[in-house]
């Protein structure tokens, strides 16, 4: 079974820096992947970054970019150039990559991430 | 275009009563999967749908709780019985395979109230 930590409950950076939100996760599998949600109050879940596990070179998506380092076990989010929308609960996510099917994403507690302006 | 949608948005219910939560995935998509947000248990997986296979209901914390998908779209997730503790919200989230991965779009949830 596969366990993803998120161990700070909370954060809170001033607008315009840059914050870097910590998860780790444990499983035996060779080939998955990883993601970071953005939930904002409004509920709806949405992915902010992917990861594939075969890849070395760390995902970018605008502000957003990943440290991925497969031995430790490490996957943090770094958001530059903080917004006041970027207020949300972030959850990081696991999914073991099944062959040709789908498969369940295992979360992590999730952290309060709080941008002041 | 349209996304997940989920229905009702809140729901309050009294203790001892069964419950309907109802998901509507983004049409074409094959799988669909349910998830519970509860304050003590975070995120946590409920059940799985893919195509005409039988439903992957690993995730099911008791005999209370059913899911059906009809016709493979819309999802129905029964709770029976409901008890305080199952007061959380409940996510649904359709994908569709896009080369070798699987994305999923999350519905806006449904919170549940139990008195």
């Known amino acids: 079974a596969q366990t993803v930590t998120q161990s700070q409950p909370e954060m809170s950076v001033q607008e315009a820096e840059t914050v870097t939100l910590s998860c780790t996760y444990d499983t035996s599998e060779n080939n998955y992947y990883l993601f970071w949600y953005k939930q904002p109050p409004s509920r709806q879940m949405i992915l902010v970054i992917r990861q594939e596990a075969y890849k070395q070179q760390n995902a970018t998506e605008n502000r957003f970019s990943v440290n991925f380092q497969k031995a430790a076990k490490s996957f943090s989010l770094k958001i530059s150039d903080s917004q006041l929308g970027d207020t949300a609960m972030y959850f990081c996510a696991f999914m073991k990559h099944v062959s040709g099917a789908n498969s369940k994403l295992t979360f992590g507690k999730g952290i309060t991430l709080s941008v002041r302006p | 275009g349209a996304g997940v949608s989920q229905s009702p948005s809140n729901k309050v219910t009294e203790k001892g009563k069964d419950v309907e939560l109802r998901c509507d995935p983004i049409?074409?998509?094959?799988?669909l999967y349910w998830y519970r947000q509860s304050l003590g248990q975070g995120l946590e997986f409920l059940i799985y749908?893919?195509?005409?296979?039988?439903?992957?209901k690993s995730g099911l914390p008791s005999d209370r709780f059913s899911a059906e998908r009809t016709g493979g779209s819309v999802s129905t997730l029964t709770i029976q019985r409901t008890q305080q503790e199952d007061s959380a919200v409940y996510l649904c989230?359709?994908?569709?395979?896009?080369?070798?991965?699987?994305?999923?779009?999350f519905g806006p949830g449904t919170r549940l109230t139990v008195t």
């Open positions: 989230a359709s994908s569709l395979r896009q080369g070798v991965y699987y994305e999923q779009y």
């Open positions: 049409s074409g998509h094959t799988a």
């Open positions: 749908f893919q195509g005409n296979s039988a439903p992957d």
